[in-house]
């Protein structure tokens, strides 16, 4: 079946680690996004990409980075720098097209729930 | 810059009452509207959409209508059951690629 792969689903960290979350697609999409979720604050964009080795920064990118080696690929590292990293983090992609096009959904994987200890 | 704007949560009702979420945003240009949900532990799954004003968006039971003179797309439903308890996020995009997200809404319901 088609569709995005997040793992791990649950992650722990200890301060001062980096941890890196994996993103598969295999729904053949050029775009791919990487959103953060906290209680009452609905998702914030931290990158998004729309094509191979080309990525943008989101609304929070500080203390986070990505690559998109792949089309199918597209994995977050969490640094060290990230001040409060515990979050549950989702990723998304979509067809790239105008809004109102075939491009205009998005689709998400089942997240990963990262605690820093 | 873009902004959505949901009725702030907990919502709990009964089974079978009528259901309302209030969304409202702030777009330049012409956006595509959304409505996503989330079941416990998952991630969002597209509800509906819509693309232009006065189009009505519908699945499951619910219903929206993009309402460009109020800047709106509220969410309803004429009975709802136990298994639409959730947190539901209404959405918008533009031309950028990429989605603005209300903060959601987390609707209980009581059998």
């Known amino acids: 079946d088609g569709g995005i792969t997040q793992s791990p689903k649950y992650l722990f960290r200890k301060e001062g680690q980096n941890v890196t979350l994996s993103c598969e697609q295999n729904?053949?999409?050029?775009?791919m996004y990487w959103y953060r979720q906290d209680p009452g604050q609905g998702l914030r964009l931290i990158y998004y990409?729309?094509?191979?080795?080309?990525?943008q920064k989101g609304d929070i990118a500080e203390g986070y980075s990505v690559s998109r080696e792949k089309k199918e690929s597209f994995p977050l590292t969490v640094t060290s720098a990230q001040k409060n990293p515990t979050a549950f983090y989702l990723c998304?992609?979509?067809?790239?097209?105008?809004?109102?096009?075939?491009?205009?959904?998005?689709?998400f994987g089942e997240g990963s729930r990262l605690t820093v200890l | 810059g873009d902004s959505v704007t949901q009725m702030e949560g907990p919502v709990t009702l009964s089974e079978e009452a009528f259901l309302t979420i209030n969304c409202t945003y702030t777009?330049?240009?012409?956006?595509?509207l959304f409505w996503y949900v989330q079941y416990p532990g998952e991630g969002l799954q597209l509800l509906l959409k819509?693309?232009?004003?006065?189009d009505k968006g519908s699945n499951k039971g619910f219903e929206a209508t993009y309402r460009k003179e109020t800047t709106s797309f509220h969410l309803e439903k004429g009975s709802v059951q136990v298994s639409d308890s959730a947190v539901y996020f209404c959405?918008?995009?533009?031309?950028?690629?990429?989605?603005?997200f209300g903060q959601g809404t987390r609707l209980t319901i009581n059998p």
């Open positions: 998304a992609s979509s067809m790239l097209g105008l809004a109102g096009g075939p491009g205009g959904e998005l689709f």
């Open positions: 729904l053949n999409h050029d775009a």
């Open positions: 990409s729309q094509i191979v080795n080309d990525f």
């Open positions: 777009a330049t240009g012409y956006p595509s």
């Open positions: 819509a693309t232009k004003a006065d």
């Open positions: 959405a918008l995009r533009t031309g950028a690629q990429k989605l603005v």
